[in-house]
Antibody, heavy 123, light 110 residues
Framework: QVQLQQSGPGLVQPSQTLSLTCAIS??????????WNWIRQSPSRGIEWLGR?????????DYAVSVETRITIKPDTSKNQFSLHLNSVTPEDTAVYYC?????????????WGQGTLVTVSS | QSVLTQPPSVSAAPGQKVTISCSGS????????VSWYQQVPGTAPKLLIY???KRPSGIPDRFSGSKSGTSATLGITGLQTGDEADYYC???????????FGGGTRLTVL
């Protein structure tokens, strides 16, 4: 059974960097058949896909256009986890952040989700 | 503004059937499989349907999915009060190279 355990601060100051980690059990961040994603949800923006990291003989990343200049998603093979770093945050980045596994061969579907982390951007 | 379009709300009586639509375009639904999620407030979304019509283990056959062209539909039969939740469709957008979701549909079981 795959489990995703999120960790990270719930409060970030404006202009700072939001950093979250997703620890994986029951699968490998280096699996060549899945992708590891970050998704957020807020009342104003709904559910918004932020980006993913995946391993297919080498590492690839895809990012949403809305955040592509501010986001980095990194795998950590030594700890079997992946992380989200979103810099220059504003109050509009306040949301519940989820990590999720995408098991689709083509397209995307998210079969396992982390528990969610409410991140508030405020001074 | 979500890439995929869903009705904001639907309602039906216990035991009845309801359908939820999801409309997209040639670069997302028209080009990729659709998935559906159920979300009870305060919890993470739960996968209900993947690859248009497949159900993960543990999802009852009261839940069904279909796709035609650039639209998809989630069907729920034998409605129960426990089905009250928000439902979201999702897929990949080939042009955006990004995951996309609908705005969600609130199901009320009257």
């Amino acid at each position: 059974q795959v489990q995703l355990q999120q960790s990270g601060p719930g409060l970030v100051q404006p202009s700072q960097t939001l950093s979250l980690t997703c620890a994986i059990s029951g699968d490998s961040v280096s699996s060549n058949s899945v992708a590891w994603n970050w998704i957020r949800q807020s009342p104003s923006r709904g559910i918004e896909w932020l980006g993913r990291t995946l391993y297919r003989s080498q590492w690839y990343n895809d990012y949403a256009v809305s955040v592509e200049t501010r986001i980095t998603i990194k795998p950590d093979t030594s700890k079997n986890q992946f992380s989200l770093h979103l810099n220059s945050v504003t109050p509009e980045d306040t949301a519940v952040y989820y990590c999720a596994r995408d098991a689709a061969v083509a397209g995307a579907f998210f079969d396992y989700w982390g528990q969610g982390t409410l991140v508030t951007v405020s001074s | 503004q979500s890439v995929l379009t869903q009705p904001p709300s639907v309602s039906a009586a216990p035991g009845q059937k309801v359908t939820i639509s999801c409309s997209g375009s040639s670069s997302n639904i028209g080009d990729n499989h659709v998935s559906w999620y159920q979300q009870v407030p305060g919890t993470a979304p739960k996968l209900l349907i993947y690859e248009n019509s497949k159900r993960p283990s543990g999802i009852p056959d009261r839940f069904s999915g279909s796709k035609s062209g650039t639209s998809a539909t989630l069907g729920i039969t034998g409605l129960q009060t426990g089905d009250e939740a928000d439902y979201y469709c999702g897929t990949w957008d080939t042009r955006l190279s990004a995951g996309v979701f609908g705005g969600g549909t609130r199901l009320t079981v009257l």
